[in-house]
């Protein structure tokens, strides 16, 4: 059942940025993430956030900062209940990038947030990311 909705996607060139957002069934309490799914591969998962607003990220949105020796994340995700939306801030985007990203949330989870899709029950139908070199 779809209960969510995903925009913001499109095309992009690398190195830039991009800001997608989810609607729909957005709750504090609720863990939700971003998966992503690009051609002939498995659904991976990207980034949750829980209850407290707290995130995680999969290993591939972190780079270390050169000079401060200090990890950084290349995407953000964040809730924004008032306006019944989950972001996620996208910036260096790399053509690996490319793929359909979803959003996905499920009642049962409220923190340790999943990072695989088996965990979450309701998702939106995908937004296209093309970022070209």
């Known amino acids: 059942q779809v209960q969510l909705a995903e925009s913001g996607g499109g095309s992009v060139q690398a190195g830039g940025s991009l800001t997608l957002s989810c609607g729909g069934l957005?709750?504090?309490?609720?863990?939700m993430a971003w998966f992503l799914h690009a051609p002939g591969q498995e659904r991976d998962w990207v980034a949750a956030?829980?209850?407290?607003?707290?995130?995680?990220?999969?290993?591939?949105?972190?780079?270390?900062?050169e000079t401060t020796y200090r990890m950084k994340v290349r995407f953000t995700i964040s809730k924004d209940i008032s306006k019944f939306a989950l972001n996620l801030k996208m910036r260096s985007l790399k053509s690996e990038d490319t793929a359909v990203y979803f959003c996905?949330?499920?009642?049962?989870?409220?923190?340790?947030?999943?990072?695989?899709?088996?965990?979450?029950?309701?998702w939106g139908l995908g937004t296209q990311v093309t970022v070209s070199s």
């Open positions: 956030s829980d209850r407290d607003g707290d995130a995680t990220y999969a290993r591939f949105v972190k780079e270390r900062d």
């Open positions: 996905a949330t499920d009642p049962d989870w409220t923190a340790g947030c999943p990072t695989f899709p088996e965990g979450y029950r309701y």
């Open positions: 957005i709750y504090r309490t609720y863990c």
